[in-house]
């Protein structure tokens, strides 16, 4: 029974180590690999090739991912996720693992509807905002990525008194900005879940400097758009040179961690079984309190994620 | 009520942010955080100072640990074991945070037993060969260390025919080298719990370097002191110009990983806490299936530690 | 003869492996090493303290100086070039060794034409932007920071069709910038000393979009202050999606490169040398065609460093 | 005038760049690239292609060859040069560019003897042991490696009483190890060039031991085949609990440094211009002084390279 796996949406560091072990666990499984490239676009163009061994070799530790991935507009239109499922028709193919966000399971979901076809989601996003999993495929890469970043910083910062911006990745999200915050001692953090109390903020850092303080690292979710804002008040309110770095798409690349890794291959394994048992229906992987499990889709799209209340009391307080 | 932080045995990455957490933590509680120098024997020789958060500015992301390690022979005798006490008394401390492996564990259960005294294990070694937990401090530093060392062979050996074999660390235990295999997609992987079956090897061998395949990754855990046995068969046997690495000490060095740093963060606030209840009495730190609890010294220090069955089921198979 | 050793202005990797050399070699030849902390304003707060070995151990591989730096707007002032002399007359002091730029030359320089002080700067900027000399102290650690952040990026690039704008620093010098484009194949990079042609931009990245490129990547050198002005164009004009990255501080962070060590220890041996000579006067240690050299100060600071044409033509041409 | 690139001998980072320049630059100059596959094997079995665009898209920050290497035994017959030279005369290609070392280069140099065909050889080879040139294409970053790898032993060194032996590469050349010792402060080097006086290093580790010194880094050197021997010395005569790392070849790997890629783009220019021109002959590109030079194959086979006396001057002295 041959499967295909597409990669949706935002790229995240992991996603070649999911292509690899659905590769071979396939051909371990006696079954037939499918790729499909460049995600949604190419379902609709037909962008579907069989997968060898030889298409797989040397990509684990390779950020991105080699099949590509994107968004599509068109898909929202019946024509084309008609035209979507007929290829993967041609090819005999029944069932999906898709990397990707909520985003791409709704899509999925909603062609799966309207045409005998399975899917099973593996939450891929650096930016950990899927509803009912611990984590997403990307995210230890990326807090390791920024952290490497803070450590550069951290490693000057006590030569001269000053103040650092670091805006970090993670769209409405202020998971990674929260626990990027907490693991590289970070006087501040602006997140948007959080409201930030700019006149404790102020008492705080001045008492801070008052008492030696020479230097500040403020964290910055992408969500809050106050990343300048933050910078021009540390200058001009606070009174210490600032500096801004916008970490960007650093955050998406690099070799995927030992755990992502991990989490790759038991996911894909997951998702393969399901495919290939009788009672097959969409599903997507998640982990919770480090067990493996799946979850209808209903319940991850139609869900907001929360940041752990806990994570947050961990974050160096202001008062 | 004064509290102490040890470091005892063999180092690992992770153990200057459980440092950094346990004087930060104490005095948000009001308390007295005290630092024992140079482990065990500092124990004995009274090196016992209070702690400042000064001491503890800027070592997130240090590996090693600042107050030192050691192990110690006259702790064996109870001479030096009152002395120990003593020195602690002296600082109205009658309870310890200790880092380090189960050896260190049996050492401090015996004295508490002599002397009234509390401490709290946090089980802290590469080796990940402690019973009773998933994991332990600094072994996704060292597992990500050893990433970086297999990426990089990986990167080059493509370009010439050839094999290569890495020895990493682990004493009795094949943790380090079985995950490292697994998510390095290693061909070959040697631990102390599982038979090496050579003349299987050398068929699965011989057939793929027929199929074509021109290099091979070998992951040996030094516990099996067969690292340059096996490169000898690779060159000789299969004939293969076969190169050795043999890792070493690297793998405890390295800035500390994010889960590391939240690990260490986590042991030592749930430490702390039991050290300052009520009904204290000498625990571990535990994590299993990513729940943290706390266990009896007895039942971890009396069991043996094994590698779960399925980790060792995702080696690459050699049939 | 005392000689002591300054930072002075923003701070650069190699800063501490040339503080090490200098307290190991004044020992080596039976002279004092003193160190000025916190630049020209410890000078003038005498922060001047004898160095000893153990000041010095383990930080060969520290970015930042344990010495710190800082500007000082104070030192303009007669009054306090006289403070900071007397400061340094206490200790029989009579050579420094600068690590700074050409500000912090000029300073210097007017200081020593008042007083009976000889000194020898060491040009250490990230920017190299100093005239007379091809290098300077953590140029080479800056460039392979930039070089880790576009490996990165280059990784995931390919996945998703996107453009990507990298702000890296070098004030009002576009080396950086230029050194980076070339060496991570930048499709466009723009720099103070050259004007963009829009015009010719545009049709050449049209038509490499139409015969398939699918991402570009621009390297923006912060003198310009068009960062955000090429993201908007590549995003409207272009009609890619793009993504913003500010390096920022990360790149005055990190291990100082084996290069940048060994200009430390260089620069410094000839620096002490040249001020324990007896014909000793003001001067600065250069690198000419790989070659050692001494210029003095008049014309390093009248003069304005030039990109070498021919690594401007080194860039890709947009034509 | 279609010209070739081949690379021979063992990998070193830079080969890639080295590889994408000369496709870049030969189609900027309107000539035909071939790439010559797997070295002198691929030469002499036709293993001959046309090089396009598209074949050097994002090698840039890959280390090891895409074109492979190889070493051959076969070419040492005439039979096979004839085959080699009639491969690529079938592609009308007179002239090579060769990534390798000197023994690559004498095999080559037999070859445009007996027939009509000019090469220039990059010095390519971490080991950096070929006469005539300062440096050798993949020695900045095999340095860069070893720091690494240092850094964190380094790290973890102070934490715990102990002796650390480091075997690096380089042959029967001691310059990796000799750079690598003094950029890392390491108390001993062992290199094949200079004899290890035992009783001396005896007294002087003693000596310091005594004044509290706590850990000692040996550097060895391959050629040198003492790493084992050292280490039970420091173990058994010295009294300090030793560990050993062999780093093999994680030294080839890695992505290529900023100046490696940048000699790899300057080398390559230079022997691509020199086939290309009229009075064309067999060169070897080499850097002196920081200034690129041509040299004759004889000079460079037939004389030894020797490791810089002041180099070695600069190591830490034990006496």
Sequence with gaps: MPLAIMCSGGDAPGMNPAIKKFVDYLYEKGEKPYFVYNGLDGLIDGKIHPATH???GGILHRGGAIIRSSRSKR???YEYRKQAYENLKKHDITGLVVLG???????????SQEFPLNFVGIPTTIDNDIY????????DTAL?????????IRDTASTFSRAFVVEVMGRECGYLAVVSAITSGAEICLVPEVDFNWHVAREHLKREIRHGRNYVLAIVAEGTKMTFDIADWLENDI???????????????????VNDRMLAFECTIRAVDHLLSATSSNKVVVVENGNFGM????????NKYQIDPELLGMLNRLD
């Design 54 to 56: 030889k298409d797989v």
């Design 75 to 77: 898909f929202y239109e």
């Design 101 to 111: 966000g909520d985003g791409s399971f709704r899509a999925m979901e909603k062609m």
């Design 132 to 139: 009912g999993t611990d984590t997403c495929l990307g995210v």
């Design 144 to 152: 390791n990525v920024i952290r490497d970043a803070l450590d550069k």
């Design 239 to 257: 009174g210490m040179e600032t500096r801004v770095t916008v970490l960007g798409h650093i955050q998406r690349g690099g070799s995927p961690t």
């Design 295 to 302: 979850k209808e889709i209903d319940e991850i799209v139609n």
